[in-house]
């Protein structure tokens, strides 16, 4: 047996995986676009049924959006529509 098996090992995670909705949202985007997707039809998609084979698994995409409640998905939505609708009437 190796030495190395009673030592305490560490693994390090990437840092660079999106955390908040708004950054799952666009990284899921350009995975969907990257595989010729309508990104907004295939999240629209999952968000009314739930459906997580509405999101291509390439680049983890999949993973990474149920990580996220589609709620909070939702809710950026509105969010960015919003902010974006009071700067025009500014």
Do not use: W
Request: no cysteine.
């Amino acid at each position: 047996m190796s030495d190395q098996m009673g030592e305490t090992r560490s693994f390090a995670f990437p840092t660079d995986t999106p955390d908040s909705a708004k950054e799952v949202i666009q990284y899921v985007y350009e995975a969907l676009k990257a595989k010729g997707h309508d990104p907004i039809m295939q999240l629209v998609g999952y968000i009314i049924s739930g459906d997580p084979t509405y999101i291509t698994s390439y680049n983890n995409a999949r993973s990474l959006i149920r990580r996220v409640e589609r709620d909070e998905i939702l809710e950026e939505f509105v969010r960015f529509y919003v902010e974006q609708h009071e700067k025009k009437l500014r």
